[in-house]
């Protein structure tokens, strides 16, 4: 693998940084619906309902509205990052050129490894939800035409596959914004075929079962949040293929989003959804998660609605499939820029009509896991993925702020600011990437803390809740001891801002700090 620089003081310019040669093809209004579905999948959509039956709807509103805000905070520091400083692999590239090269080396390979193991990750809850319809239904006969149908949407090129996640992307709008007025009409007391007391519904929620198991459940809430809003920060991804990134980021950061496709889908379901079963499975009845049913749709049929519970079912099978496919080209994308930079294998680099077919190949190849699924004791390696999912996001998000903080210091103490008065920044500054990062921080906490103490039945092993946190630190031991290279960070005046013609202005100095004419 080629040498990385060792320090920010000789690395290239940013026109040079992981080159990554892909084709601009990706249009505003196909962008603006993969912004809007990119982190509608199986968190929202399946372990929101196992969430609600374990922590109450109380911590888990609470745990969205915390973890919602941060990601928010998260998408307006990637928003300002990749406004300025547009680049092929995104926020791994950042953690390199922000923080040090070994942080980013890991992040870069974090992501990716997250990346590949939640497309079987996805194609296995596709199964589950699949057996909605017939609980007989082998795995063998799904998985080969899951991973067909993914391959299919590779082959046609970025093009299609915008195309194909726009499509998608109305399609979770529907399924969110049918089940909202479905909800509405059931609190309102307007579906005849529901024999529940409306004011009883509401009651019995969130009365004397708005808390359930105490701490444990709190931090369990905050486990899956970290699930359900993974796959926001793809975009930074997607905008290095779009016309016109800086445009589309801007685009990207709306806190409504979260509102409407997150918060208020979760408040709705704590309100109508009586059913103490938990959808996994997992939660007080020794279940199997053969039996999963999405918590929306299980909330549609309890209300006796004819029809709609299987069209639910439906485009939710569809919306993880979405899922998958962005999964697919996140990790083959991030996995071609870190490649390009000598941090990966050579031929994942490689293009080859515009597609980085080394990188597919190992991505598909790994999505053959799913057959696991048809095994004996196959579920169990849903919480395992589950749990990576979940610290590889939080790991992603925190490392995105502290990129941020670091590019404010670091123009602070090069007397820098951005040329372009039009440059994004992010609204919150430093103050709202500190409460981000904590934030962050307590979400890995409260994974490891909800393993140690699980209200699960029966409960998961404990080693899964850290496995995440044990590949990073791997990861960075191992460039550190292989590159010799021992900065933890980079100095703030050695990081490489970019030509300063081209992307800075000095800022006004002091008069004491101006060079004599």
């Keep these: 693998m080629a040498a990385i620089p060792q320090n920010a003081a000789t690395a290239p310019g940013p026109s040079e940084l992981a080159s990554t040669d892909l084709k601009k093809v990706i249009t505003t209004r196909q962008f603006i619906f993969m912004a809007l579905g990119s982190s509608i999948g199986a968190g929202l959509l399946i372990a929101s309902g196992q969430a609600l ?18 990601v928010w905070v ?27 090269p070994a942080w980013g080396f890991t992040m870069g390979w974090n992501y990716v490894l997250n990346m590949i193991f939640v497309v079987p990750f996805e194609i296995i809850i596709m199964v589950m939800c699949a057996r909605y319809w017939d609980p007989s239904i082998s795995a063998l006969y799904l998985v080969p035409g899951i991973i067909c149908g993914l391959v299919v949407i590779y082959t046609c090129g970025t ?13 979770k709008l529907i399924v969110i914004g049918v089940f909202i007025a479905t909800a509405i009409c059931i609190l309102a007391g307007g579906v005849r075929t529901d024999p529940r007391p409306t004011v009883d519904l509401a009651y019995k ?35 290095a293929e779009c016309c016109s990134p800086q445009r589309v980021m801007k685009l990207a950061m709306i806190a409504v989003r979260i509102i409407l496709l997150h918060l208020v889908p979760v408040f709705l379901l704590s309100l109508v959804l009586t059913s103490r079963t938990s959808p996994l499975g997992a939660a007080g009845n020794g279940g199997s998660t053969k039996e999963l049913i ?21 485009v939710i099978v569809t919306s993880i499939f979405s899922v998958a496919s962005a999964c697919v080209f996140a990790a083959s994308r991030a996995l071609q ?75 602070k103490r090069q007397h820098k600011s951005f040329q372009d008065p ?64 021992w900065t933890f960070m980079i100095p703030l005046n050695m990081i490489e801002l970019g030509p300063k013609e081209a992307m800075f202005t000095p800022a006004t100095l002091p008069e004491s700090d101006q060079a004599p004419i």
């Design 74 to 100: 998260t998408m307006c520091n990637l928003g300002e990052l990749s406004t300025n400083f547009p680049m092929g692999g995104s926020f791994y590239e950042f953690s390199v050129r922000f923080i040090s």
């Design 159 to 171: 093009r299609w596959y915008a195309e194909a996640e726009n499509l998608f992307g109305i399609l």
């Design 337 to 411: 820029a870190i490649s390009a930079r000598g941090m990966g294998p050579r031929f994942c680099a490689r293009l080859y009509r515009d597609k980085p077919v080394g990188a597919l190949s190992i991505i598909f190849t790994f999505s053959l896991l799913s057959f696991v699924k048809a095994a004996r004791n196959g579920d169990e390696v849903f919480v395992w993925l589950l749990s990576l999912n979940s610290c590889s996001n939080y790991l992603t998000w925190l490392s995105i702020c502290v990129a941020q903080i670091r590019c404010r210091l670091a123009l």
């Design 205 to 239: 929620q969130w009365g004397s079962g708005a808390f359930l198991n105490g701490a444990p459940g709190f931090f369990f809430a905050f486990a899956t949040a970290g699930t359900a809003y993974g796959g926001t920060e793809m975009l930074g991804l997607t905008a």
């Design 422 to 485: 039009q440059a994004y920044e992010s609204p919150v500054g430093i103050v709202g990437s500190a409460v981000a990062i904590a934030i962050f921080a307590y979400g890995l906490v409260a994974q490891i803390a909800a393993a140690a103490k699980s209200p699960l039945v029966p409960p998961p092993p404990v080693p899964a809740s850290f496995i995440g946190l044990l590949v990073v630190v791997v990861l960075w031991a191992g460039y550190v001891l292989y590159k010799r290279d």
């Design 294 to 314: 999405s918590p929306f749709v299980l909330a549609v049929t309890e209300a006796n609605i004819l029809v709609l519970p299987d069209f639910m079912n439906a």
């Design 53 to 70: 039956d374990v922590s109450g709807p109380a911590p888990l509103l609470i745990a969205f509205t915390v973890i919602g805000f941060a």
